[in-house]
């Protein structure tokens, strides 16, 4: 299926358009709200600006696709496949990225507001600036993850892996929780 077709069918009122291979599809600024792209192939496409509000992504493949400020708002990407994808700017407030691989992911300016990352692998992904706020970031690897100047009122950080010290206090500077140090400082020493 191509871009074209793709868009027709979704102006007629088709919105599954699951295991479809859309490899390299120029999609950009369309407007895909509600759609199943569940286990898709989006490797390499260009959605930039596009509006997937509350789209279904389950293990989907968006290896390096340009999701350049897209609108991601309560979309599912649980065990979705975003290596080297570009999220910079995007909206993915709500979002579910359960398991989902964001190795070397460009994720900078991204409002993440409420987003869960459980399990998620952020290995060396770019996020400043990024807007954590009240974000769930639980058993996440952060090894080479950039997080300057991003805002993380109320975001949870537990058993984070590859998250150096310095970059612990820096989030907790800037409001973000670790539950495991509140633990370590309220319980009583042996």
């Known amino acids: 299926m191509d871009a074209n077709e793709l868009l027709e069918r979704y102006a007629a009122g088709e919105r599954d358009f699951r295991d479809t291979d859309l490899f390299r599809a120029d999609l950009s600024n369309a ?3 509600g759609v199943s792209f569940f286990r898709t192939s989006l490797f390499g496409a260009n959605l930039f600006r596009a509006k997937l509000i509350g789209c279904d992504f389950f293990r989907s493949t968006l290896i390096g696709a340009n999701l350049y400020c897209a609108n991601l708002s309560g979309a599912n990407l649980t065990g979705a496949n975003l290596t080297g994808a570009n999220l910079s700017g995007a ?3 709500g979002a579910d ?3 989902a691989d964001l190795g070397g992911a460009d994720l900078s300016y991204a409002t993440l507001h409420y987003t869960d990352f459980t399990g998620a692998n952020l290995f060396r992904a770019m996020m400043v600036d990024a807007k ?7 058993r996440v690897r952060l ?3 950039n997080l300057n100047g991003a805002i993380a009122e109320g975001a949870t950080f ?3 892996m590859g998250l150096s010290e310095e970059a612990k206090q820096d989030l907790l500077d800037r409001g973000a929780v670790f539950p495991e140090l509140t633990e370590a400082v309220s319980s009583p020493s042996a």
Do not use: M
């Open 31 to 33: 407007e895909l709200s």
């Open 158 to 160: 537990s058993k984070v």
């Open 143 to 145: 090894r080479g993850a």
């Open 97 to 99: 990225l359960t398991d």
């Open 91 to 93: 909206d993915l407030s």
């Open 132 to 138: 954590l706020n009240h974000a769930k970031l639980v």
